[in-house]
């Protein structure tokens, strides 16, 4: 039993210490210290995207929103109701659960499936864009809000930024550790294959699905309120489409769906390629575009995946246990279990 | 009185629009998230061409070409995989993958023709016409586009491939049977709607102008109108797209684009909540 135990926790605990020690590796330079973080950002949306999507058969296309709900929710409540940073911060994080929640909770009831939840997101996603971009006493417009002294001070220390976002994706990695290691983890498998005979052998499919929207959306918004404050600077394009869910959309799939450490992983290379093409400036949407097709036609498996096969084959079929959450039925990727 | 008249024309220019994307998914069960890209290729192309001292008419006629071209080239390459698999495995692989094709897209124009427009201009910029001024340029682009929808009920009620089009439309596999090529009638429509979607482009470019930055907007607008429409059938759609185009211009008239936006999409999601079930599903 305990070697079970090491075995589930390990994979969690070499995350944590490798993503400790990254700040050490790249020294004190300030640029470099804003990559690692923005590349904990990257990751702790593509968790909670994993959920969503890779678990539950949601296409949320509203993570920029619901984290500029975060974003936009703390700043406001710390600058215009001079509440303080910290519980700013919490409202947020309840506010986006809550708006993540009802979505899922409405497509759910009204059978949706996953086109469905794709479009009505999407437009959610630019109704709020729209609507930061329109109320512009509140928001500033495009011009955005500089968030210094609205936050917990992420903004003014890059290291103590790095650390509370570490703190953040290591709780989350573990929490959807505990999730699968427990009785919730078999039901969520069996929902994700098919629904309808999910829900025939007894699993509350509207509750779980509800349940994980909210859990996942609120750590969106947690994470989209620390960002305002570590970013220095909100506007409505921070939060669009193509900077916020395309990016976690890539990572998820570059990583690998439905595992434990692809949205790290993902996250991690997303963040370099993100870097090589730069340079290029407008080229770099061309090639998240690219990038998307690319992987979604000829690697929907994703790195932990492979690395994990690849590793299985070395050792032969002793390596069964190493996979890390995914059930052998779901080699097919994404649209394996979209359910009918 | 103006702003109804510019509403009815935007309208005619969204159906254009949103019959190829209904189209395609009626027929293909595909939803074509990279449309609107579609047809800024056509009015990129024509721009080029204008730019290179060409008539505006041969330039506009390639331009339409051109968004053709490419959306036949998509159907070939891109979408080949997703035909081969059923039902919402289908949607959601030609959802993603159209979705990477439209950024892509994207990312191509404003990073190589970042400052290109399309902006054509008629000789005389406005007409009396029963005692009201109207700008040329909005007869001319509603003329182009209600021949444009004669020539398509043409294709589709007296031509052989029309109405084998038609066939797949609503019932797939019973065409199938009865000797109808499904793989060609489904090429045949997106590149039908990439000539639609270029007609559109070049229609904006007479209206006001077309930028390389306009495809998501095409494509969210033709969205929220096949969403409204429903793909029940043609007039559906048509009818949704002058209606949506009154309110569009109207709206954005009297109380300012974000607001309209934010209309428009909401009236999207609650035709999706109220009506679900006869909205984007298959034709019967």
């Not at chain 1, 709020?128 to 109320?135: P, T």
């Not at chain 2, 997703?82 to 094709?101: D, H, K, S």
Request: proline fraction near 3%.
């Amino acid at each position: 039993m305990s070697t079970g135990w090491a075995r589930r926790v390990f994979p969690v605990a070499a995350a944590a210490v490798v993503l400790a020690a990254v700040p050490l590796a790249v020294g004190g330079s300030p640029y470099q210290m804003r990559l690692a973080t923005l590349m904990l950002v990257l990751g702790c949306y593509a968790v909670a995207f994993n959920l969503l999507f890779g678990h539950t058969n949601q296409l949320f296309l509203c993570v920029g929103a619901l984290a500029s709900l975060g974003g936009y929710a703390s700043v406001l409540l710390v600058r215009d109701l001079k509440l303080p940073a910290v519980l700013a911060v919490g409202l947020a994080t309840v506010a986006a659960a809550a708006a993540g929640g009802f979505l899922s909770y409405v497509g759910v009831r009204r059978g949706f499936g996953v086109l469905f939840v794709g479009i009505v997101t999407l437009a959610v996603s630019l109704m709020m864009h729209n609507l930061l971009l329109g109320l512009r006493e509140l928001t500033n417009g495009e011009t955005g809000i500089v968030t210094r002294g609205f936050g917990v001070g992420l903004g003014d220390d890059p290291r103590r930024a790095y650390y509370v976002l570490w703190a953040v994706l290591v709780a989350s990695l573990g929490g959807y550790r505990w999730l699968f290691g427990s009785p919730h983890g078999m039901a969520l498998h069996a929902l994700s294959e098919d629904e309808v005979s999910a829900e025939l052998s007894g699993i509350d499919v509207t509750r779980y699905k509800v349940a994980c929207a909210t859990a996942a959306s609120g750590l969106i918004g947690l994470v989209g309120a620390l960002y305002a404050d570590l970013n220095g600077f909100i506007s409505p394009s921070v939060y669009a489409v193509g900077h916020v869910d395309i990016p976690v959309l890539v990572a998820l799939l570059l990583g690998g769906v439905r595992t434990l450490l692809g949205p790290v992983v993902g996250a991690a290379l997303f963040s370099v390629v993100d870097e090589l093409v730069r340079p290029f400036g407008q080229l770099t949407v061309l090639a998240y575009g690219a990038l998307l097709v690319v992987l979604f036609l000829l690697f929907r498996q994703g790195v932990v995946p492979l690395v994990e096969q690849l590793a299985a084959r070395g050792r032969g079929s002793a390596a069964e246990g190493a996979r890390l959450s995914a059930p052998p039925a779901s080699k097919e990727g994404v649209a394996g279990g979209t359910g009918r | 009185m103006g702003v109804i008249l510019d509403g009815l024309v935007l309208g005619l220019q969204l159906a254009l629009l949103s019959v190829g994307i209904v189209f395609v998914y009626g027929l293909g069960g595909v939803l074509n998230l990279a449309h609107g890209q579609v047809a800024v290729a056509g009015g990129l192309v024509a721009a080029l061409l204008v730019q290179a001292r060409q008539h505006p008419a041969v330039a506009g006629l390639v331009g339409v070409l051109a968004a053709g071209l490419l959306a036949l080239g998509m159907d070939r390459t891109l979408l080949q995989p997703a035909y081969r698999r059923r039902g919402e495995e289908r949607l959601l692989l030609a959802l993603i993958l159209t979705l990477g094709a439209s950024f892509a897209l994207d990312g191509f124009y404003t990073f190589r023709y970042p400052n290109l427009a399309l902006s054509l201009r008629l000789a005389k910029p406005s007409v009396e016409v029963l005692g009201i001024t109207v700008r040329t340029a909005s007869l001319a682009v509603g003329a182009l586009s209600l021949a444009t929808f004669g020539l398509l009920l043409a294709f589709l009620k007296g031509t052989r491939l029309g109405k084998a089009i038609r066939c797949v439309i609503q019932n797939e596999a019973g065409a199938w049977l009865c000797g109808v090529d499904v793989d060609r009638a489904r090429t045949v429509t997106l590149f039908l709607s990439g000539l639609l979607a270029g007609v559109a482009a070049v229609g904006q470019g007479f209206f006001s102008f077309l930028g390389p930055d306009m495809g998501p907007e095409f494509t969210i607008l033709s969205l929220i109108v096949a969403v409204v429409g429903g793909v029940r059938s043609l007039t559906g759609t048509f009818l949704a797209s002058l209606l949506l185009g009154v309110v569009n211009a109207a709206l954005s008239y009297w109380v300012g684009t974000y607001l309209t936006w934010i209309a428009l999409l909401a009236v999207a999601v609650a035709t999706l909540l109220v009506r679900p079930e006869g909205l984007l599903a298959y034709w019967p």
